[in-house]
């Protein structure tokens, strides 16, 4: 079909030439489609992008163009495809979601409205802005999926083109791509795109180990593929005197799995077995265990290497056996078998609820009908959760989470998340036998309720009608259907024991920390900054749950710590003053003395304000900083300030470190913290009773090499907590000129 008449000025030959081939690919999968539906949204989307352009100085439509390419591999339908090529209309033009819904239906205006950024709610924290935004992609997803096909596409093409982006947005991007999209694109398994992504982000993040793995791979290509061509006939040969008409493919590898495998080893990319692979894809089910049986006869399969995802499929409804076994001259091959809709649904997933049948029926309904209730229900159990990290980190959980497959004693088989416990599996029979839970058996023998449960363990559970939840459970299960159930009950009991509950919970945790507080008294001025009208109230939202406990706690502790007036070591006290510098712009003054407040070390990246001093110049502070409270400062002594520094300008951080006293457990944090290039000015540790605390103070450059520090540290063995100091702990670090009158 050849395309409208246009007076647009943005390379119309080209970016024409590929709208006729992609009209013509939805032709070819689906007879029917309206392809003058496609050509309206392409003008339209030309039009309102016309005189834009991407970083790498392409007109702008090229990349919506390149998304409605991606679904069109995909097999989507037009309406999807139309919202490719329209998804940046409503966010980067005047174009608004009624005129897309009068010209083209809503199903496009909600697609379209699901990939599209929130404008309308503003979080002073970036990472909280982006949470959200994920937070209505997929409440969104939950009633049409395609919302995250065109996402991911979307995300695929700006991976693809990430080159022409300034390197610290490239790293930004690559790493929501390993961390959210990649894992999105697995959950739904559409493993071509999962694969591309992971790989393309592994290329911005670590270029050299990308490079060295590419590569280890390439060497000895030539080698590995006459060892595969050779295995591929000769199990041809068997494959036909049996009566089984099968393919048989070499399997592409792919760099960022070979690595992590390296990894998770502590072995060479030679030493890596799946390097040398194949897929055997048959006509049906029988025929994979008739291929099997084969397969084991002429060559030797090596123990624990066999997986039956054909009777118990993975959570993205991913379907194969898989066996490794030893080939020509002992070689180590890996081998998949699967029938032909197997593959199809391994390779686009859950896109294939959308592939076209002859007649325009979608296939695979039934089956993704299930994996789609999964994801809703998952999602209907965070209903009640505010906070949008809190609410990506509860879905982590149960969407990105690999599973194990257990039984019960009447040997029907259950699916959980990878460290699931018996307790989640009890709440996953019925939230009945989970809240009445006292005990568990894992294969004959009684387990803690801690137990991480294995594939195919046998789990029963004990019931008795006096057991009842406790807050540690909250502690113990992974999964958020448990976890909702157990804060449900918290919330169903009567107030003045959930009040208990949360007083319980602060001593508990104050204790944890080696801090004290007067309860009654200290509780009311947090009760107060947290919003709540008194200190009942606020242990009644913390023994419920809703009232994060470390939130609480991080605001008693300074109070206390303060009042108890212990002393910093004078090294830590030194480290920690840095007086009299520059890096900070005041609106409208010049010339002032300006001072970094000791007690929130605020680092570029923090939301800061100013307090204008007496004799002192202005006081520099985090905007979350208690000393700012109405209560300490009088609202006309704030100012406006923002942040003016160089890439080599360094900050002192206080770090706490807490965890189980071990062995070269000092040394190891502060090579930990060396190896990545940062000063350690400072550094302080005590031990008791098997447990360490440790404080360092370093020098940062930003809020985000200070998460990278925080993270690595986090990694260590035996390391349980890294804090960045809410308050500086000692009366000295505390500025009387601040809060003179």
């Given at each position: ?153 979307d995300r695929l093409h700006n991976m693809r083109t990430i080159d022409a982006l300034a390197r610290d947005r490239q790293t930004a991007i690559a790493e929501e791509t390993l961390n959210v999209y990649a894992p999105l694109a697995h959950r739904f398994g559409i ?190 159990l965070q209903q009640d959760v505010h906070n949008p990290r809190e609410f990506m980190e509860a879905l982590r959980t149960d969407i990105f989470r690999d599973e194990v497959y257990v039984f019960s004693p009447r040997g029907d088989v259950f699916k959980l998340g ?324």
């Amino acid at each position: 079909m050849s395309s409208p008449s246009s007076a647009v000025s943005l390379d119309p030959l080209d970016l024409r030439g590929r709208m006729d081939a992609l009209v013509s690919r939805v032709l070819s999968y689906h007879a029917a489609a309206d392809a003058e539906k496609l050509w309206r949204a392409f003008e339209l989307g030309l039009q309102a992008h016309e005189g834009q352009q991407r970083k790498s100085g392409e007109p702008y439509f090229v990349h919506p163009i390149s998304v409605a390419e991606v679904l069109c591999e995909l097999r989507l339908d037009v309406d999807t495809i139309v919202s490719g090529l329209l998804h940046d209309v409503v966010e980067d033009t005047g174009i608004t979601l009624q005129q897309l819904e009068k010209e083209f239906g809503s199903e496009v205006s909600v697609l379209v409205d699901g990939v599209t950024k929130i404008n309308e709610i503003r979080y002073e924290n970036p990472e909280d802005q982006q949470a959200e935004n994920y937070r209505k992609m997929l409440l969104t997803m939950a009633h049409d999926v395609r919302v995250i096909l065109i996402k991911l596409a979307d995300r695929l093409h700006n991976m693809r083109t990430i080159d022409a982006l300034a390197r610290d947005r490239q790293t930004a991007i690559a790493e929501e791509t390993l961390n959210v999209y990649a894992p999105l694109a697995h959950r739904f398994g559409i493993a071509r795109i999962k694969w591309e992504l992971e790989d393309l982000a592994f290329k911005t993040l670590d270029p050299a180990d990308y490079a060295s793995v590419a590569q280890g791979v390439n060497t000895r290509r030539a080698e590995r593929e006459a060892i595969i061509e050779e295995f591929k006939l000769r199990l041809l040969d068997y494959l036909k005197d049996e009566g089984i008409h099968a393919e048989v493919q070499g399997r592409p590898k792919h760099f960022y799995s070979i690595w992590k495998k390296m990894q998770r080893r502590n072995a060479p990319v030679d030493k890596i077995f799946d390097l040398l692979a194949v897929r055997i894809v048959v006509r049906k089910v029988s025929e994979c265990y008739h291929a099997l049986g084969i397969l084991h006869a002429n060559w030797q399969p090596i123990h624990d290497r066999l997986k039956d995802f054909v009777a118990s499929p993975k959570k993205n409804m991913y379907q194969s056996l898989h066996s490794t076994v030893h080939g020509p001259d002992g070689h180590v091959i890996e081998v998949q078998i699967r029938t032909g809709e197997m593959h199809s649904r391994a390779e686009v997933g859950i896109a294939a609820h959308w592939l076209y049948k002859e007649g325009g029926v979608a296939a695979e309904g039934d089956r993704f009908d299930e994996q789609l209730r999964s994801f809703r229900e998952a999602l209907e159990l965070q209903q009640d959760v505010h906070n949008p990290r809190e609410f990506m980190e509860a879905l982590r959980t149960d969407i990105f989470r690999d599973e194990v497959y257990v039984f019960s004693p009447r040997g029907d088989v259950f699916k959980l998340g990878v460290g699931a416990t018996p307790l989640d599996f009890a709440f996953h029979v019925h939230s009945e036998v989970g809240l009445h839970c006292s005990g568990a058996r894992v294969d004959g023998k009684l387990v803690s309720l801690r137990h991480e449960l294995n594939s195919g363990e046998t789990v029963e559970v004990l019931t008795s009608n006096t057991a009842t939840p406790s807050p540690g459970w909250l502690e113990i299960v992974k999964t958020s259907k448990a976890k909702h159930h157990i804060r449900q009950w918290i919330k169903s009991t009567q107030a003045e024991e959930t009040m208990r509950l949360g007083r319980e919970m602060v001593e508990r945790e104050l204790k944890k920390r080696k801090a004290t507080a007067d309860l009654d008294h200290d509780l009311e001025g947090v009760a107060q900054d947290l919003g709540h009208t008194d200190t009942a109230r606020l242990l009644t939202a913390i023994g419920a749950g809703t009232m994060p406990l470390t939130k609480v706690v991080n605001k008693l502790a300074p109070i206390e710590q303060k009042k108890r007036r212990i002393p910093l070591p004078d090294r830590l006290q030194r480290a920690l003053r840095r007086d009299n510098q520059s890096g900070v712009r005041i609106q409208g003054l010049a010339n002032l003395m300006i001072r970094f407040a000791r007690c929130c070390q605020p680092v570029p990246g923090d939301a800061i304000k100013g307090i204008v001093t007496v004799g002192r110049g202005v006081s520099v502070h985090r905007t979350d900083c208690d000393n700012l409270l109405p209560r300490r400062i009088a609202p006309e002594r704030l100012i406006e300030v923002s942040w003016d520094v160089n890439e080599e300008s360094a900050f002192p951080v206080q770090l706490i470190v807490a965890g189980h006293d071990r062995m070269n457990l000092l040394a190891d944090i502060s090579r930990s913290i060396s190896d990545m290039g940062v000063n350690i000015q400072a550094g302080s540790f005590e031990g008791s009773n098997e447990y360490a605390h440790c404080t360092f103070v370093v020098e940062v450059r930003n809020l985000k090499h200070l998460a990278k520090i925080i993270k690595a540290i986090g990694r260590l063995p035996g390391v349980d907590r890294v804090e960045r100091a809410a308050v500086a702990l000692g009366e000295d670090l505390f500025d009387p000129a601040d809060f003179d009158a």
